[in-house]
């Protein structure tokens, strides 16, 4: 019964470490997952990772199962970092968050919710993006597009074609975009043109537009307070229909809440 299936396109990133260790030269550099390695090319478990192993399982109590959508207390927390403690959402019992083996998992579970509450949508992605993304979204069947990101030949973001091709998107459909370390290219948008991109979500607002977000990861230097990002970010939150003092205490743990409150109420009358 295997006969049917279709072999997958091989993922590059994986590719490129297979190659590595197949290669017996003694001085090479591993240019795949970004990851800290030690001399002997290990990647070693932190002591305070270890300590912390300890205490969660000298701490435990039971083995049980937990339920479908994993620990209460860990999902709880989850959401008052990302929305924060009083936001409306979760005092009107309107958000939902689950545990899911990784970030594949999670992808996948919200593919099938999509496909399960509208099924006749099309998923956005980046040409290119990373080799999981296809399989995993459009393997529920869900319709896959495409969206201009990268040319590997100049070695710069199609960022115009991009937008264009955003604007066009029929009200409802989903936009998978990598938030930052873009997978594979590694180019991320500057912060004006995340300020272009939440203007496109901003003006979806009233047509019932879905946006999933991946979070890749963080760089340092992405780290420190950024105005441009910070009011991308506010321009994000107003378009999902945040109020300001939501945002403000959502934003507290990052950014002065006054500021961001003043920040938000600027751009609310702004549009």
């Known amino acids: 019964m295997f006969q049917q299936l279709e072999r997958l396109i091989s993922d590059s990133i994986l590719g490129l470490m297979a190659k590595y260790r197949a290669d017996p030269f003694d001085r090479k550099v591993d240019l795949g997952v970004g990851v800290y390695r030690d001399v002997s090319g290990n990647t070693p478990i932190l002591d305070c990772v270890r300590r912390a192993e300890k205490e969660v399982l000298a701490a435990q109590t039971t083995k049980s199962y937990v339920g479908a959508a994993g620990r209460e207390e860990f999902n709880s927390a989850v959401e008052e970092m990302v929305l924060g403690a009083s936001h409306a959402t979760r005092r009107d019992r309107r958000a939902r968050t689950l545990q899911t083996p990784g970030g594949c998992g999670a992808l996948r579970v919200g593919a099938e919710l999509i496909k399960a509450a509208a099924p006749n949508v099309a998923v956005h992605l980046s040409d290119p993006t990373w080799g999981n993304h296809a399989p995993l ?5 869900l319709k896959l597009e495409r969206y201009p990101y990268y040319d590997a030949a100049t070695h710069q973001l199609r960022f115009e074609a991009m937008l264009q091709r955003l604007e ?46 991946v979070v890749s990861g963080a760089r340092p230097e992405e780290q420190k307070e950024d105005p441009a990002a910070l009011e991308a970010e506010v321009r994000l939150r107003l378009a999902r229909g945040e109020r300001p ?20 109420l600027k751009l609310k009358r702004e549009d």
Do not use: F
Request: hydrophobic share 40%.
């Open 168 to 213: 066009s998107a029929t009200p409802g459909d989903a936009v998978l975009i990598h938030a930052c370390c873009h997978n594979p290219t590694g180019a991320d948008l500057s912060p004006d043109q995340w300020q272009a991109v939440a203007q496109i979500m901003e003006d979806y607002e009233n047509d019932d537009a879905i946006r999933v977000i």
């Open 245 to 264: 003092k939501e945002i403000a205490e959502a934003l507290s743990t990052r950014h002065p809440k006054r500021a961001v409150y003043q920040l938000a």
């Open 137 to 141: 979204l459009g393997g529920c069947g």
